[in-house]
């Protein structure tokens, strides 16, 4: 058994639905359970859904509503013309989901107060919405598919917008299901992203969240491989839309993986290497705009050669500078800190310590009120806006030769505001002034990659 997962690209419309189509038929012999996204940009338009709906602005609500529902009657009538009752079956389900969907928002906009709850269930209507065209669209080209409802088998916890998994109940509950489908079915097709929490709430797996739920899915089955297709290449040496001339890695570690995308690389949603690697199964990333390119294979360290593999970067990131004089020889004061941020649900990328003073990045965006409210009943707190974080990952970096030459020496011009290697040796990680970013990302780019 193998799970194919298709990112909001891959199923963007119907010619990339058709696409996918044939990339599962090359694979019927192998199983596999499909997981599909959200139609390209639909997750962002629920977002925006959820928000006029919030704002009472009831014009731009329906303008939207009416976008999603065009987008998707559009591409299910293009998908199944040669199949006009299936068409019709599919396109007056589409309706369907979309009149309960304006229903909700409707009911938002008259009470004007939009809870994590209704904002997790509105915007996991995407990936509702692209499940049924492509398993109507599946069965229609002759493939025989069941579509499961992920929120059956994804458990969570009532952290509604970026969920925690239930992994024993993830274990339990996916191969019953998977198993209870009729006899016949070639494909089981199922939603990324979206799960449902133990009292029975709509939650989501937080933003590019598919990939995750392919993961937990291939864990729960001991899947042979997972599959993440998508619209580049495989990893690449560096995001290509910053850096034009990045390559595609034929093969990367686990935690290389977990790192790259922990540190930003959108490519994969940063916990997906958790559930794979507890079962160790394969990870290929693959395009599907070029199934014939191999990809990249993630996979055991031991397979991995050493050295630098990627530069991830953040674009946007705080710096949390902490003064007290009482502090780091003081016991408990580094624990202090951290469980500010823990209970806040604030995360931290990068540390460094001195005797004085403990400076953290974390990522813009968070709401970190709180945190500086708390940390200043015993600290002097100081944030540090407009900079930006660029990391290097690999296996055993920090013991190649020549490693902080080509980090460091490229920047000779720049001022670099923190420096912090990862415990692991797999991460270098700088903070450089935010307009300084994309000359630095290439200089070291070149360095290691030229
Ligand atoms: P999907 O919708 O298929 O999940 P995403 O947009 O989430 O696709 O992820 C793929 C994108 O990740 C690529 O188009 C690319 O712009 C971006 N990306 C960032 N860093 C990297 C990297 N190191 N390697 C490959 N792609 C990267
Ligand atoms: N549709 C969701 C998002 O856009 C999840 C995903 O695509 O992985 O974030
Ligand atoms: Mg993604």
């Known amino acids: ?60 609500l329906k303008e939207n509503m009416d976008k999603l529902r065009e987008r998707h009657i559009d591409v299910a009538e293009h998908l199944l013309e040669s199949n006009v009752e299936m068409m019709l079956q599919t396109t007056s389900r589409i309706n369907e989901i979309c009149d309960e969907l304006e229903a909700y928002t409707k009911a938002i ?54 969920a925690d998994p239930d992994i024993e109940k993830i274990r339990q509950c996916v191969p019953q299901i998977i198993s209870s489908v009729d ?38 089955l001991d899947a042979e491989t997972i599959e993440i297709w998508t619209d580049v290449d495989g990893v690449l040496t560096a995001d290509p839309n910053k850096i034009k001339t990045a390559q595609r890695l034929e093969k990367i570690s686990f935690e290389e993986a977990a790192e790259m995308a922990h540190f930003g690389a959108k490519v994969l949603h940063p916990l997906t290497i958790e559930p794979a690697i507890k079962k160790n199964i394969p990870i290929y990333v693959l395009n599907s705009k070029n199934p014939q390119c191999k990809g990249t294979a993630i996979l055991n ?27 780091i020889n003081a016991s408990g004061f580094l624990g202090k800190v951290f469980d500010i941020f823990s209970v806040n649900r604030v995360s931290v990328d ?37 900079k930006a974080q660029i990391s290097v990952v690999g296996q055993n970096l920090i013991n190649q030769p020549g490693v902080l030459d080509k980090i460091f ?42």
Do not use: W
């Open 1 to 60: 058994m193998i799970v194919m997962k298709f990112g909001g690209t891959s199923v963007g419309g119907y010619e990339e639905i058709s696409n996918a189509i044939s990339i599962v038929r090359q694979r019927l012999e192998k199983k596999p359970v499909v997981v599909t996204s959200a139609m390209s940009k639909m997750t962002d338009l629920l977002y925006n859904i959820a928000a006029s709906a919030d704002k009472k602005q009831d014009t731009k």
């Open 109 to 162: 906009c008259v009470l004007g107060e939009l809870s994590a709850r209704s904002k997790a269930l509105i915007i996991s209507y995407g990936e509702i919405l692209s499940s049924t065209i492509f398993a109507s669209a599946m069965n229609a080209s002759g493939i025989k598919t069941a579509l499961v409802d992920a929120r059956e088998m994804i458990t969570t916890n009532d952290n509604h917008l970026k």
């Open 301 to 327: 360290s031991k397979y991995i050669a050493d050295g630098a593999k990627s530069i991830s970067f953040k674009e946007n990131i705080l710096v949390i500078n902490i003064f007290s004089t009482k502090m």
């Open 409 to 450: 020496a490229p920047l000779d011009k720049e001022r670099i505001y923190m420096v912090s290697q990862g415990a692991s040796l797999i991460n270098l990680s700088i903070v450089v002034d935010k307009q300084a970013l994309n000359d630095s990302i290439e200089a070291i780019h070149n360095a290691f990659f030229a």
């Open 183 to 220: 006899q016949d079915t070639e494909v089981v097709l199922t939603q990324g992203f979206i799960a449902k929490s133990k009292n029975g709430e709509p939650t989501v797996l937080g933003r590019g969240g598919s990939d995750y739920s392919a993961s937990l899915i291939a864990m729960a």
């Open 350 to 386: 990068l540390i460094s310590t001195s005797e004085a003073n403990i400076s953290v990045t974390v990522e813009d965006g968070q709401d970190i009120h709180k945190v500086i409210e708390e940390l200043s009943a015993f600290a002097t707190v100081e944030v540090d806006t407009g």
